[in-house]
């Protein structure tokens, strides 16, 4: 008893001996009985531990928060979503699945999946529910990899806080979903690596194949970045192809599977039937049928403007004047699709240094300092939040869309705007957008920072995300348009980078122990 007295002298704040045990007797040097035992002190460190844990997400916690009030506010002020000439095309396919020449049929099996509510405000709120995960996801992923809390953090903040980000998952359409499937991939490719001494095991490697399928069903340009992560999983395996091979095969099951039910459907290979139409589009930009001197079938499709006096790529997709949509049949038939395939890929093998140029100069609109309007003013009005309730559709197909979104309402599904909230996401739009400019420093930000510090094998992860940013903004200037909502899905995947290239790689193989 002697030597705990001593003991509690020097230690004052020690109640008990190590391990929860008291001294002889069962009582403490003050003679009374330790009321807590083992349970209340595993309890308290368990609090503590928690406590710890949240002040150490504190600032992502707050950007989440901030996320989640502005979603709130976006929900009441919009109801019960917002409408884009895309949505009642993927309504159809929704109520009568099969495959759409233009599109891929993922996001109308999330608005089939959702159908039984019967109601659109679900879908919006779906969306910002995967909106704010895709936040979590980058945070998360770049924590596990060693990044600093205000790095992973800052990271998430586009995701979590951006206006057009929101406006985006307001809209009834397919780019949220595509954006948390490629960054869920990402990140489960980035993370696989420190589990297994350094290898990516099956499971991860099927996952990580089915993530990237359903992208692709979702959009087409997901499709190269199947072969990029084939690419990265063999330099991570260093050489061994087992990883990609199972991510190759887990990817390609359901993509051939819908290829299948497309072709019994068209009688037609692929995925999609506008693969010739679009990149027509695209080369009109700067095609030249002098120089191309095209045969008499393709000559058909030549315009006599010249270049810079010609309307932006997608009029010669839907416009009525465009010599594609005035050849007999409808714009997606085989024959026009092949043929405007035919064109497109003379044009540029003509005009290759055009070629590249139009891609430069449309990937370029990406990183502008403002947000000039483009491609045309309806266009850029359907990425703001309005302040009157758009006009409903007017062209053919998007009237029967629409009547087979009232169905699927079972009820009216004009865009109600509520104030004071509409007015709020308006003013807020009208600050809190991410400038192109940011974007193109996000994109610099990690291959300057690996070319400046000393080359360590640890640090290359930062190299897949910032792949598939380049890859998900270049692939639309280069087969069909620049689109400022294409811009929005690489910005994650480039977040992430810039957070991982300031990492700490050793702690890379540390559990992190998060608790939020």
């Not at 957008?433 to 193109?440: D, E, K, N, R, W």
């Amino acid at each position: 008893m002697v030597g705990w007295a001593r003991l509690r002298r020097r230690f004052p704040g020690v109640r008990g001996l190590p391990g929860g045990r008291v001294p002889p007797g069962g009582h403490d040097s003050a003679g009374e009985q330790d009321p807590s035992g083992e349970q209340g002190s595993s309890a308290r460190r368990g609090l503590r531990e928690h406590g710890r844990g949240l002040r150490g997400h504190r600032w992502f916690l707050g950007l989440l928060g901030a996320g989640v009030v502005l979603r709130l506010v976006t929900v009441l002020g919009y109801r019960p979503a917002l409408w884009f000439p895309d949505s009642y095309t993927y309504v159809v396919t929704a109520l009568k699945p099969r495959p759409d020449l233009v599109r891929p049929a993922g996001y109308p099996m999330l608005l089939r999946l959702l159908e039984p509510f019967h109601d659109f405000a679900v879908v919006a709120v779906t969306q910002h529910l995967l909106g704010l995960l895709v936040g979590l996801l980058v945070y998360l992923t770049a924590r596990r990899l060693g990044a600093p809390g205000w790095a992973a953090a800052l990271a998430s903040a586009p995701s979590l806080l951006d206006a057009y980000q929101i406006e985006l998952e307001h809209l009834l359409v397919s780019d949220t979903l595509f954006t948390l499937l490629v960054v869920a991939a990402t990140c489960l490719a980035v993370r696989g690596h420190t589990r297994s001494g350094g290898r990516i095991g099956r499971r991860t490697a099927a996952g990580i194949g089915l993530l990237l399928a359903a992208a692709t069903l979702t959009r087409t340009v997901g499709l190269p970045l199947v072969a990029l992560f084939a690419a990265w999983l063999i330099f991570r395996e260093r050489g061994r192809v087992l990883a990609a091979g199972i991510m190759l095969a887990a990817a390609a099951v359901p993509i051939l599977a819908y290829g299948a039910w497309f072709h019994a459907t068209y009688q037609r290979i692929g995925i999609v039937g506008a693969n010739g139409v679009f990149l027509y589009a695209k080369t009109m930009t700067f095609a030249d049928c002098g120089v191309m001197r095209p045969p008499p079938d393709l000559a058909v499709l030549c315009d006599p403007r010249p270049a810079a006096l010609r309307p932006p790529a997608q009029e010669y997709v839907w416009a009525q004047d465009s010599p594609l949509v005035r050849l007999p049949g409808i714009t997606f038939t085989r024959e026009n699709d092949a043929l405007a395939g035919r064109f497109a890929s003379l044009a540029i093998r003509s005009q290759p240094l055009a070629y590249l140029g139009s891609v430069a100069s449309e990937l370029a609109r990406s990183f502008t300092v403002g947000r000039p309007v483009y491609p045309d003013q309806e266009i850029y009005d359907y990425y703001l939040f309005p302040a009157t309730p758009p006009a409903p559709p007017g062209r053919y197909p998007a009237t029967v869309g629409a009547q087979a979104a009232e169905r699927y309402q079972r009820g009216p599904i004009s865009t109600r705007i509520v104030e004071p909230y509409a007015g709020w996401m308006r003013t807020y739009q009208g600050v809190a957008g991410l400038p192109g400019a940011a974007v193109l420093v996000i994109l610099l930000l990690p291959p300057t920072a690996a070319c400046v510090r000393r080359f360590r094998p640890d640090t290359t992860a930062w190299a897949l995300p910032w792949s598939v940013a380049a890859v998900l903004l270049v692939m639309p200037p280069a087969v069909a348009e620049f689109d400022y909502r294409y811009v929005l899905p690489a910005v994650p995947a480039a977040c992430l980078a810039a957070a991982l290239i300031i990492s700490k790689p050793k702690f890379r193989n540390i559990p992190l122990n998060v608790r939020i």
